[in-house]
């Protein structure tokens, strides 16, 4: 595998998502909390790269060939 493997357009490395700011939660308990959210997106991109990292084994282990 080399670098441009890596770089493939038609199948990018996932991207984590953005964390919330700490003043965007207002911490009345809202049933939709930005950071409910976020722990979902972050759990999300996790297994999301986990499978692009196994499409991709080259990037765990940093090897190129």
């Given amino acids: 595998m080399n670098s441009a493997d890596l770089d493939d357009p038609?199948?990018?490395m996932p991207?984590?998502?953005q964390e919330p700011?700490?003043?965007e939660c207002?911490?009345?308990g809202c049933p939709?909390?930005?950071l409910d959210l976020y722990a979902e997106e972050l759990a999300?991109?996790?297994t999301q790269l986990a499978a692009w990292k196994l499409r991709h084994p080259g990037y765990a282990t940093g090897q190129s060939t």
Avoid: E, F, K, M
């Fill in 21 to 23: 700011a700490p003043n």
């Fill in 44 to 46: 999300r991109y996790r």
């Fill in 10 to 12: 038609a199948d990018p």
């Fill in 26 to 28: 207002c911490g009345s």
């Fill in 15 to 17: 991207q984590p998502p």
């Fill in 32 to 34: 939709l909390c930005v």
